[in-house]
């Protein structure tokens, strides 16, 4: 029996209809186990960024939680064009989302920064094939 618990979720790109539901199936995973409200909402924050740039930016790509006794763990691995200046991606309120994105609300380039700021461990991969992006959170 192994003590890591896994689960992966599909991205679809465009599919604004399913945007959150990966990352809100991750909240209730982490919620049932008993994990800490204030860190619960520390990974859905980053969860639900990293899953709208995919449906925004990517391709689609794959999200996957993984759950250790130490710590939770974010990976996310799309296709697509991938991110051409990570430095320029990483600063508050640098977006190349479109003026249609814009008015959905989202586009205001805070996505990165706030999944770095709420996240223990963060560190981004990108290149003209897609963007591979991991996240760990520490429990206690
Ligand atoms: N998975 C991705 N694939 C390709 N480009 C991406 C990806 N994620 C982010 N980017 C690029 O990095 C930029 C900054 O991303 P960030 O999430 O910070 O802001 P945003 O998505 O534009 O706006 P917000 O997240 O505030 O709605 C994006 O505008 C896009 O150019
Ligand atoms: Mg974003």
Redesign the pocket.
Known sequence: MSDVFKESFDIEAGDFASAGEASAKIKSILRMIGIDPALTRRVTIASY?AE???I???LGGVMSVEISPDAIALFCK?I????ADIDM?MQEG????SSDVRMMG????????NMKRNSDEFSILSDTNG?RLNMRFSII
Request: hydrophobic content about 40%; charged content about 10%; overall charge negative.
């Open positions: 960024e709208l740039n995919m925004i930016h990517s799309d697509g064009p991938g991110i991606a640098y977006s190349t989302a989202f586009g205001a380039g805070m996505g990165l920064p963007t």
